[in-house]
Structure formats: C-alpha cells, structure tokens
C-alpha cells in the first residue's frame, strides 16, 4: 500500500513565516492562473496557531481542485494571460538556454536597463543610494536568453555576480513613480513571450503585461520590506513623494499600531476588521481601495448575523457570510459600524501620513446607524437592598470556587463597586500593595504603575482615572483588612488572584458577565441594570447626599466639567473619606451580611482556593 504523507504548513527558511503550499496538478494549472504550486501565508510564526488556519486554507483548495476538474470535464477551462506567461517562465531549459527562474532575472535585467538609462523614468529627488545601471539598454536580449553563459557574464560585469542585485532599478523606478511612468517598460519582456509562446496571440499586450507584473512581484529579489530598506538605507531626507503604492494593508495596520499604540481591544478588533476585508478584496496595496470597493466589502458584511456559533467565528469572512444567508437577524448597524470604522481609520492614517493619495473611506454610512444605546440606570434602594440580600452576600458558606471567578472575588469587587463607584477593571486589576492606609482610613490607589516588571499590567480609562479611593468602614467591619491579611500570608500580590489576564489585558470580563447573571437572577432582567449601574448609583447618592461635586469627582475619577475646576480639584484622603461616610447607603442590611460571615476564615478560604486551583479539584466548603 503506497504510503501518503498528511500536508504540513510550509515554514520559510529565511524568516520563519509559515505558509500553507500545495502543488497544483499539470492538468488543472488554468484554473489557477498557471501555477506550479500554490502559497498563502497563515501569518504567523507559531506551529499551534498555524494548525486551524492551515485546515481553512486546506478546505479551500480542496474545493478549487474540485472545481477546476468539473470545469476540465465539462471542457470549460481555457489558458489565461497568467497561464501563457507561466508557461514561459517555467519553461525547462533547451540546448544552452536559461532556465525558468533565470528567465525571470533576464526580465528584471532588462527593466533595470531600461530604467538606469532612462532620466524621465527617474523622480527628478536625488536618489540614494546611487543606483545599480545594469547592462547597456542596447543589449541583444534574444542572444541572452539562449546563451546562458552570456546571462552569466552579465551578472557577474554588472552585479558583481550577485543575483540578488537585479532589479534593483525595477523596484527603485516602481517605488518612486506612479504606473503610467514605468507600465509601458513592460512592452519589450511581453515580446518575448510573444515570440516564444503560441498562445499569447489570444490576449492583448496589456493583459500579458499585467500577468508578467504579477510573477515579476512574486520572483523578485527578497521581500517588500527588505526592498524598502534597500533602496532608502543612507538617505538622510526624504526629498520626493511620500506615496507608497505598493503599501499592503497588513502593512499599514502595523504602522498604525505603532503610530497609534491603541489598546489591545481596540487593536484586536482592528486586525479582525481587516483580515475579513483581505479575505474578502484580497491582499491588495492600501492606494489600490476605492469608495466602490468599500461599499460593496459593507454591503456583504450587513449580511452577517447577529449571533453565530462560536466554531463559524474562525471561518474565513466570505464562508461565514455563504454560511448564515439565511440566519436572522443580521448584525446590527453598530458593530457593522465598527468593522467598517476600523478601515476608515487605516486609510484616513495613511492619508494623513501621505501614503495614499485619495482617502476613499470618506463617506461609507451605515443605513440605522446612530449615537443612541441602552443607557445603563443606577439601582432603586429597593433593587440594592435586594441584591445585597441574595445568597451571594447572606450564605458565604456555600460560596463556589469550582468556577473560573469565585464567590469570594464577586462578594468584595460588588461591595467596593457599590460603595465607591469605581469601574469595575480598575477594581480588578488592583493589586495587593494598591490598599494604604493614612491613619485609621484605609484607601485604594488606583492608577497604571506596577511594583516591578514582574507584576501584572494595569491601565486607566483617563488621566483622571488615576487617584486615591477610600474604603467605606462597613467593608471594614466585614472584614475587608482580615482578607488583605490573608492574601499577604498565602503569598498573593493581586487583590483577586482568581483573575487573570485575556487576549486583550482585560482581568474582569468572565467577572462581569457572572455578576450581571447574579443580578439577573436576584434584582430583574433588565438589560439597562449591570455591575457598572453600581456606579451611576454611587453618583446619584453623593448628589442626594449632598456631597461636593469636586469631591465627587476625585472619588469616581470623572473629570471636571470646566477648565477653572480643575484647579484645587484634588481634596485630602481624610476630606474625601469624610464625605464619602455621608452618602446614605442603609437600604442594604449590612448586620445581616456581617452574621453571615462570622464564621468566614479567610486565610482557610484562600488555601482552599490557592489548592484547588493548583490540583483542579473542586471545594465548596468555606467557613472556619
């Protein structure tokens, strides 16, 4: 029995970028534009998060043989331009001719003698480093290409014998000039195709011209990046255009990301916006969209659901829409706002960088689309009373810790929402050494310095965000120093060790959505009533109370409405702790939670706790 070896993907040995490739039968070349193989980066590095892109890319070309054999039955599939220049490139040698991949480095010797000696091919900028002339525009190029010796002694007159040096020119003219300057350069190679290949009667000189641009751009000396170091290593100024016309938008997203530094949600959603739109248009030059192309990528991505299965989310963006045609209700106008935002933010960066000349992501509206959302509301005291008397606050000995967030995390991160309205990923990315104390007041330093390099990272929402918050005495008297105690013995420095980073730095998001269950279950399914009405709560009841604005302020970390409130907006800890213990907070039973806790040893909780996650064995017993 023959033995068949299961494809892998496919790791470039010069820079470790894996690929998915498959050789394409002889027979089926047409349907692929005449290539021998076919090569599609997974883009990325990583052998594991290659494995499901590779099976999607897999699938696909599987369905694309299938294809092109019905359309080889049915007698349909016909040479392309792509095919009949392939065909010259890849070409075996005859007698003492050039071979495939030397015929392509004729080609390029030929451009790059063409535009060495050609000024009015050249930006009239000063270019460095000065560029390599190649052979002598004169050259009988038809005797070159049957005599490789010939080839051979051009390479070594004129490129030091360093292959990699041709088409230095080539690149350099593309780089610096728009299309019409250097497309007709183009003319002379198609000739040669001409004269060598039957079929190239059925296409026209420009659509030979292009499918020998596009093999030019693949067989061309090294990659994008490296050519773009080359040919601007040494110059002290950019003294030309800034356009780049052959900018891909993988490449754009890394300068915006580096320009940008924007959040890691914020740069997941972006690259997720941009592989659906690459999926797609293609792996096309940022200069290359148009306004067209944008409304027809919105038009199919209306198309999408509101909600699909988990599995359909790693499809590829054109499978998820054929998948769900016919799933109800589609996404709404907001998140296709958002896709569709995410790539009007890459070209208006470009634009404004003077990559691209035109900005055709001005002007795409989303039909629905407007400012208005659910508007989060605080509790009524009744539906606070109620949520605080919920088996969560009243029974910690049935607390759970078999869940990702325990029952002890969601008791203390409800009690701190509720009784300083801070956000909830401030309170829970707070560490250990984030609880002080001044005298008899203890407080929260909430801000994005970490004690060494080891800690976990943290941020704000605003430059206002970062301040000193005190804890109200009733979590005191609940015990809420006795629990700091307890983490510093078992040898936490995180205030919630259960929580833990996700993709995108964020601690709290498993937290958030059991809390919202919990006050689902507990107050009322209202889809206006979440953890974060905690802190329009607060709000409200320092306004009740009375409580100086400013005050308010420093203790939510909202900023000040006016330029001229800013100044002596920062109160003392003790004035901050003396105002907070006016807000009216006697609607929750607090002696009811406390008797519930009387029997709570917190440094039993947190072994237990620190046990079981280590063994991933479940334990709910918590009290002493």
Not at 166 to 194: E, T, Y
Not at 380 to 389: K, T, V
């Amino acid at each position: 029995m023959k033995k068949t070896t299961m494809a892998t993907p496919f790791a470039d040995p010069r820079t470790g970028q894996l690929y998915f490739r498959r050789a394409i039968p002889h027979a089926l070349r047409d349907a692929f534009d005449g290539k021998a193989q076919i090569k599609v980066s997974l883009r990325t590095k990583d052998p594991t998060d290659a494995k499901a892109a590779f099976a999607q890319e897999n699938a696909a070309f599987e369905e694309r043989l299938a294809h092109a054999r019905r359309m080889l039955a049915e007698g349909a599939l016909s040479p392309t331009p792509s095919r009949v220049v392939r065909t010259w490139c890849e070409r075996a040698v005859t007698g003492n001719g050039l071979a495939g991949s030397e015929r392509i480095a004729l080609t390029l010797m030929e451009l790059d003698a063409t535009t060495g000696g050609t000024a009015s091919c050249v930006a009239s900028h000063q270019i460095y480093p000065p560029p390599v002339l190649g052979p002598p525009a004169n050259t009988n190029w038809f005797a070159v290409l049957s005599d490789k010796q010939k080839f051979m002694n051009l390479v070594g007159e004129f490129y030091e014998g360093n292959l990699e040096k041709i088409g230095s020119n080539w690149i350099r003219v593309r780089w610096h000039n728009p299309d019409h300057v250097w497309r007709r350069l183009l003319d002379s190679p198609v000739q040669k195709v001409r004269a060598f290949e039957a079929g190239s009667a059925a296409f026209s000189d420009a659509e030979l011209g292009t499918a020998l641009l596009a093999i030019l751009d693949e067989k061309r000396p090294s990659e994008e990046d490296f050519n773009r170091a080359r040919l601007t290593s040494n110059r002290p100024r950019a003294t030309g255009s800034r356009l780049r016309p052959m900018m891909r938008l993988n490449q754009l997203y890394d300068e915006w990301k580096l320009a940008k530094e924007p959040r890691p949600q914020t740069a997941l959603e972006f690259k997720a916006a941009l592989d659906d739109f690459i999926d797609f248009a293609g792996d096309i030059a940022a200069a290359s969209i148009d306004a067209d192309l944008l409304f027809d990528y919105r038009d199919q991505a209306a198309k999408l659901p509101a909600k699909m299965p988990r599995v359909d989310r790693a499809l590829p963006f054109r499978a998820r829409v054929e998948k769900h045609l016919e799933s109800q209700p589609k996404c709404a106008a907001s998140t296709l706002k958002k896709r569709i935002g995410a790539l009007q933010a890459l070209l208006t960066f470009a634009f404004d960088q003077r990559w691209i000349a035109v900005n055709a992501g001005v002007g795409i509206k989303i039909i629905g689309y407007g400012k208005k959302r659910i508007e989060v509301r605080p509790f009524e005291d009744h539906e606070l009373a109620r949520l605080c008397a919920s088996p969560l606050f009243i029974h910690p000995e049935n607390w759970s810790r078999s869940s990702q967030v325990s029952d002890a995390t969601m008791f203390w991160i409800f009690l701190l929402g509720i009784t300083t309205g801070a956000r909830l990923e401030e309170i829970g990315q707070a560490a250990v050494a984030d609880v002080k104390r001044d005298g008899h007041i203890s407080y929260l330093d909430i801000g994005e310095y970490v004690l060494d390099d080891e800690a976990a990272s943290k941020s704000v929402k605003t430059d206002s965000s970062i301040r000193l918050v005190p804890i109200h005495a009733k979590l005191i008297e609940l015990g809420f120093r006795e629990y700091i105690d307890a983490l510093i013995a078992c040898g936490h420095t995180e205030l919630f060790p259960d929580l833990k980073e996700n993709s995108v730095g964020k601690r709290t998001k498993e937290a958030s959505r059991k809390m919202n269950r919990i006050i689902d279950r507990h107050v009322i399914d209202d889809r206006r009533l979440v953890f974060h009405s905690t802190r329009h709560t607060f709000k409200a009841k320092g306004n009740d109370a009375g409580v100086n604005e400013r005050t308010l302020d420093q203790i939510c970390g909202h900023a000040p409405v006016s330029v001229g409130a800013r100044y002596g907006s920062n109160p003392r800890i003790r004035t901050i702790y003396r105002e907070l213990l006016r807000i009216d907070f006697s609607c929750i039973d607090w002696d009811r939670i406390a008797v519930g806790l009387r029997r709570v040893k917190w440094d039993a909780v947190l072994q237990a706790e620190q046990y079981r996650r280590k063994e991933g064995t479940p334990d709910r017993r918590t009290s002493g």
